[in-house]
């Protein structure tokens, strides 16, 4: 792959990412899945991604989501389904997102950039191969928001779940479970150390177990940091997340592309920090 695919696949990624991570900071949104049945961020946060799919099992979710812990998957799934609906998670969903987005954007939520933005961004998703990509299918089933904010952020949705299910193949493909891709993550210091309990709820035990994985795999030394065989490894898993995940990119063209950065760029700039592109200003340095 030409690096310059490379480099316009992970320009996309982070445009249409900070736009899409409001939802899970916005209080409208916890304020929303409460109201809806929900308890609590997890059951919020697992149920509202899945929702589009109906009320799937914990195990459905633990293979669409194996970056987190089984544990922490079945402390919200299935109950979820036993205090809301798919249905009523993702109405309050949209209308936590509609108030949320006008609140942090002003005046820019009606402003002609954000149309525009929202017809490229469909045009992208209507280029994605939904095969292998199961989340970005089911939020593909439902219907465009009018409202062309809230569209946008619809679309940005689809294409998030669309690289977040190019991840997931090239993880599979690496022989990576769900704990080794985290704590070999962290390993190359693309994520804080915080990730692998606090955010992902892997217990100790189970970390230094994938730890005690890699290192006999090669990919981590006695004290998990990194080999360069772990280094080359996770490289080529990045390589592979940005193949699959270009091509609908360039279907769409450079200019559409590059007016879409442009677009975005003073839109995405007024909303919060997102923990995963800017996660070295929101964490700690690893050790």
């Not at 985290?182 to 150390?193: L, N, T, Y």
Request: charged share 25%; glycine share 6%; aromatic share 10%.
């Amino acid at each position: 792959m030409a690096e310059t695919t490379r480099r316009r696949a992970r320009q996309m990624w982070e445009c249409v990412e900070r736009y899409h991570q409001l939802c899970y900071w916005a209080p409208e949104v916890r304020d929303s899945g409460a109201a809806a049945g929900l308890r609590g961020f997890w059951m919020n946060y697992f149920a509202t991604r899945v929702a589009p799919l109906g009320p799937v099992p914990a195990s459905v979710v633990e293979s669409l989501f194996f970056y987190y812990a089984p544990a922490r998957v079945r402390r919200a799934i299935p109950d979820a389904w036993t205090f809301s609906t798919p249905e009523r998670v993702l109405a309050a969903r949209y209308d936590a997102m509609d108030q949320a987005l006008q609140r942090e954007l002003g005046e820019l939520a009606s402003s002609e950039a954000v149309g525009r933005c929202a017809e490229i961004v469909r045009a992208a998703c209507n280029a994605a191969d939904p095969v292998g990509r199961v989340l970005f299918a089911g939020w593909s089933s439902l219907d465009w928001p009018h409202e062309p904010h809230l569209a946008l952020w619809h679309g940005c949705t689809l294409l998030r779940e669309y690289r977040s299910g190019c991840h997931l193949i090239a993880l599979a493909a690496a022989g990576l479970d769900g704990c080794e891709s985290v704590v070999s993550q962290v390993a190359v210091d693309e994520a804080p150390h915080e990730w692998i309990q606090e955010e992902a709820g892997w217990t100790e035990a189970e970390a230094a177990a994938a730890y005690e994985r890699l290192r006999a795999r090669g990919w981590t030394d006695n004290d998990g940091l990194a080999t360069a065989a772990g280094v080359a490894g996770r490289a080529e898993v990045e390589a592979m997340t940005d193949r699959l995940d270009s091509f609908h990119w360039s279907a769409i063209g450079d200019e559409a592309a590059d007016a879409l950065l442009a677009d975005m760029a003073p839109i995405n700039a007024v909303l919060p920090k997102d923990d995963q592109l800017d996660w070295r200003e929101l964490y700690p340095a690893n050790d």
